[in-house]
């Protein structure tokens, strides 16, 4: 089994920052993309960022210039810097490794964090 563990949510006030982690821990061989979605009451869950094994980034529309994803291979650990955050980035945060293989010949698989919370309030 691969666990996936958040950290570094909290409260913050409008026009803050935050820096979320999330690290991939188990057995594992390789990690194709992780990334980052997040679900705010009576609302689906939806991207905010994802990342290849190689770097290449996709964000929601509505998030370029203000997060931004990055990853460290080695450590199986991705990373959300949210900047300028809004009352409307007020979620759950979840962390996501797709196609995460625990051996070279396993199939791959997706596994979710357990989220953490992100709240944007003066």
């Known amino acids: 089994q691969v666990q996936l563990g958040e950290s570094g949510g909290g409260l913050v006030q409008p026009g803050g920052s935050l820096r979320l982690s999330c690290s991939a821990s188990?057995?594992?061989?390789?990690?194709?993309?992780m990334g980052w979605y997040r679900q705010a009451p009576g609302n689906e869950r939806e991207l905010v960022a994802s990342?290849?094994?190689?770097?290449?980034?996709d964000y929601a529309d509505s998030l370029k210039g203000r997060f931004t994803i990055s990853r460290d291979n080695a450590k199986n650990t991705v990373y959300l810097q949210m900047n300028r955050l809004k009352p409307e980035d007020t979620a759950v945060y979840y962390c996501?490794?797709?196609?995460?293989?625990?051996?070279?010949?396993?199939?791959?698989?997706?596994?979710w964090g357990q989220g953490t919370q992100v709240t944007v309030s003066s």
């Open positions: 990342i290849t094994s190689f770097g290449t980034t």
């Open positions: 996501k490794a797709e196609g995460a293989r625990q051996r070279f010949y396993s199939l791959p698989r997706d596994y």
């Open positions: 188990g057995t594992i061989f390789s990690i194709d993309d």
